[in-house]
């Protein structure tokens, strides 16, 4: 079972201050000055007191979010190795933050576990947790834990910044702005559909990094939004064809989406899982003007346009017709 729940607090509290990235590291933005109560850059405390302390660097507007990841619904045991567990579980907040253009500082998790977890499987949770935190210079400045009466939930609430006014946000877009995904959709639900039909018994993680190991694109938000880039932004881990809705929602316009286009991967044997799959934790956004083919070592791709009115659609083989939102919704689908 866990350690008692202060010598759980503890132990994390001593795998976050090994697992942070160091102060003054190279490349660090300059108002990140290192606290001499933590060692850690921007965190004036941490893990320790009721509340954590952070500053935010001067001119700059916070950005917060929070996700749950609840077992049997986002993961499961059987599945999911407990490193990916909690990779995936800061993933989600990380990618919500590079869908804003902001550069992340600080997670706070809250974790429940069942009585009879060992505590083994949380020490690879937090393995897998923090190695993604220290990957992007995020540190882990509190949290909470508690008895769940059977499954795991993990809280994540990630703090970021961006300069004040200049956040990415959903309601940018205008009739006439091209639509760009990064990367490649659908590899994470091929690997998801697998597991749930039984053809994927026992999976090597690490041969199926999109589902087990994504990595939020944090450095190509950030330039879509330091460059003026990008009008309008989202990240589509909810499935490109329902974040594409919220997206036109938001901006009070329709888009017009080429199948062809589609950086499905597999090829176009899988647009549906392209489309619909979801757990992809890449970005789509709008924007006018010429824009590279690849932005921080990532592929973009344009799938697209806004449109007038509010209708969405697809064209595929030379028909055009709606596109509904297929992805993931709470309450309305089965768990993943």
């Known amino acids: 079972m866990p350690l008692p729940e202060k010598a759980l607090i503890a132990r994390i509290a001593r795998q976050a201050r090994t697992s ?12 990140q000055k290192a606290s001499t109560r933590t060692g850690v850059a921007g965190l004036l405390r941490g893990i320790g007191d009721d509340c954590a302390v952070l500053q935010l660097p001067s001119g700059h507007a916070a950005l917060v979010t929070t996700d749950f990841s609840l ?34 500082l600080a997670a706070f998790l809250s974790l429940a576990l069942p009585s009879r977890m060992p505590q083994e499987w949380v020490d690879r949770f937090l393995k897998g947790f923090l190695g993604l935190a220290k990957r992007f210079a995020v540190v ?17 609430i990630v703090l970021g910044s961006a300069p004040a006014g200049t956040a990415v946000l959903r309601s940018g877009a205008r009739a006439g702005d091209s639509l760009y995904v990064t990367g490649e959709l659908g590899a994470a639900a091929q690997v998801l559909a697998k597991l ?25 938000g950030r330039i879509l939004r330091v460059r003026r880039v990008a009008s309008a932004m989202i990240d589509i881990s909810d499935g490109l064809s329902t974040d594409l809705r919220h997206l036109c929602e938001e901006s009070g316009v329709g888009a017009r989406i080429y199948a062809e ?51 969405v659609v697809l064209v595929e083989n030379g028909q055009e017709r709606e596109l509904p939102a297929g992805g993931w919704e709470h309450f309305g689908r089965r768990p993943r």
Not at 77 to 87: F, I, N, Q
Not at 142 to 156: E, I, R
């Open 196 to 220: 749930r039909s039984g053809r994927l018994k026992r999976p090597s993680p690490r041969r199926y990094p999109a589902h087990f190991f994504p990595l939020p694109r944090i450095a190509t």
């Open 20 to 31: 942070a990235p160091a102060a003054g590291a190279r490349g660090r933005d300059k108002y």
């Open 71 to 104: 077992e049997g619904v986002h993961f499961k045991r059987r599945w999911h190795p407990p490193e990916s567990v909690g990779h995936r579980c800061l993933a989600r907040g990380l990618s919500d933050i590079a869908a804003m253009g902001g550069k992340p």
């Open 140 to 156: 882990l400045a509190g949290g909470d834990t508690s008895q769940s009466p059977g499954c795991v939930l993990a809280d994540v």
């Open 261 to 311: 286009k589609v950086p499905a991967a597999g090829g176009a044997a899988t647009l549906h899982f392209a489309l619909h799959g979801g757990d992809d934790y890449e970005l789509l956004f709008a924007a006018r003007g010429k824009v590279p083919a690849r932005i921080a070592g990532v592929p973009v791709t344009r799938i697209g346009e806004v449109t007038r009115g509010r209708n």
